[in-house]
């Protein structure tokens, strides 16, 4: 029986413990809960975009409509439970810098955890306030705008209100049209990720179409909804979202949001050379920008 034990031990990649160290546990996350599964499931959330609010380990109302707008946004059953299908998505959809936001609390320091920014510029800073509960700032609605996966969802599926921006605290920072600061960083990431290679026509036409996809009650009405949704972009399918983007992708996104659309109100583009799915190419197209169509 040793014998056995011992050759399973060697069979199984060390990897794997490591990954399940530094993920969620096999409980149900719900409201009223406490503990390093929270602080995990606020973390992911905020990453993303969808979390507001601090990052404490308790699950109150921001985490819950958080978690929900989630779910909404990624077409899964809305519930407000963090289940093993939900964990699992949120593992595959983010990161989670375990040391950073442990340090942080433990050290009761302000600090936050958003995706594209670079997270040693995201805490260390004067200790916060006690009492300071998460979820604190009013919630809205956020409309009737769905995505191609639930649009017509009704009752339980409808989408969660949203949280309020939490205020910006780069003081010299521009913020065009509502879009915050982690907007313009997460669609920096997509066009370097998607066009880097592309004119710079070409990039600020992959923003246009994000920012075009916010615009349509077809799609995700966030920007992370929009470039998380499943399969919309390779970018994130192939990890390459998370390169480091560089200014001119940046200034592709600041010139989509300012007005500028070379694709005529596109939607949807794709690589004439490696696509090879007969719906895209059904698409009405309107031109082509560099090495992609876009389309309709």
Known sequence: MVTVLVLLIAIVPCSH????????????VQQGAVGDDVIELQSRLQYLGFYNGKIDGVFGWGTYWALRNFQYEFGMKVDGLAGQQTKAKLVKASKYHKEHVKKNINEGKKFTHYGGTDINK?????????????????????????????????????????????????TAANTPNGFSQN?????????????????YEGQVAVAAVIINRLESATFPNTVSGVIFEPLAFTAVADGQIWLTPNETARKA???????????????????????TSSWIWGRPQIKKIGKHIFCK
């Open 253 to 275: 996104v600041l010139d989509a949001i300012n007005g500028m659309d070379p694709t005529g109100e596109a939607t949807y583009y794709f690589n004439p050379d490696t696509a």
């Open 183 to 199: 907007d313009i960083q997460l669609m920096a990431n997509a066009v370097y990720g998607e066009a880097r290679g592309e004119p």
């Open 122 to 170: 995201q805490g260390g800073g004067t200790a916060a306030p006690k009492n300071n509960q998460s979820g604190a700032q009013g919630n809205k609605p956020s409309g009737t705008q769905g995505n191609n996966q639930g649009a017509n969802q009704q009752g339980a599926n409808q989408p969660a209100p949203k949280q309020q921006a939490a205020p910006s605290k780069v």
């Open 17 to 28: 413990f490591e990954q399940r160290a530094e993920a969620f546990s096999n409980q149900v």
